[in-house]
Antibody, heavy 122, light 107 residues
């Protein structure tokens, strides 16, 4: 059974960098699939942030691309998210998730972590 | 970006009722459309992929249909455990985009 678990600080100061890690168990990242991040501001809808393949190929949401970096560490079977220059608008529950690729688009999100709330506040 | 418009934003129905949610894409997305269920405080769960394919383990009372720009999600015989917010999501093009969600409550 594939399981994902997010970890990282729950509070980040404005203008600083948000950093989260997603540990994957029950499946080797090196075996395939894309791995990505989706966020949800409190009481609002879902926003896709981006995804990465085990080879390191990345896809980012253009709305966040200038601030986002997703990386993978296959030796630890985990992947990470960094979001720079955060503001209060980046306060959200951040989910890591496995993405299934169909016709070259990693678009079916079949396994999700439980999510972690990150609050941006001084 | 492809915009996904869901309706209604909320609904109230009785146990046993048939519930229908619609999702409209701002352009043709073929059948590259998924439906998710999100219960309060939990991560979304994939229910339907490719517009009409039921994910393994999902009860058969859930179904989806449509192609192009117009899609429908149906719960046949609403159960108390179906109380949740439902989201559609397209993957014809990146970035992946979601509908605004439909909150389903019991009357």
């Amino acid at each position: 059974q594939v399981q994902l678990q997010e970890s990282g600080p729950g509070l980040v100061k404005p203008s600083e960098t948000l950093s989260l890690t997603c540990a994957v168990s029950g499946y080797s990242i090196s075996s395939g699939y894309y791995w990505g991040w989706i966020r949800q501001p409190p009481g609002k809808g879902l926003e896709w942030i981006g995804s990465i393949y085990h080879s390191g190929s990345t896809f980012y949401n253009p709305s966040l691309k200038s601030r986002v970096t997703i990386s993978v560490d296959t030796s630890k079977n985990q992947f990470s998210l960094k979001l720079a220059s955060v503001t209060a608008a980046d306060t959200a529950v951040y989910y890591c998730a496995r993405h299934v690729s169909v016709m070259a688009v990693a678009g079916i999100v079949d396994y999700w972590g439980p999510g972690t709330l990150v609050t941006v506040s001084s | 970006d492809i915009q996904m418009t869901q309706s209604p934003s909320s609904l109230s129905a009785s146990v046993g009722d048939r519930v229908t949610i619609t999702c409209q894409a701002s352009q043709d997305i073929s059948n590259y459309l998924n439906w998710y269920q999100q219960k309060p405080g939990k991560a979304p769960k994939l229910l339907i992929y490719d517009a009409s394919n039921l994910e393994t383990g999902v009860p058969s009372r859930f179904s989806g249909s449509g192609s192009g720009t117009d899609f429908t999600f149906t719960i046949n015989s609403l159960q108390p455990e179906d109380i949740a917010t439902y989201y559609c999501q397209q993957y014809d093009n990146l970035p992946l985009t979601f509908g605004g969600g439909t909150k389903v409550e019991i009357k």
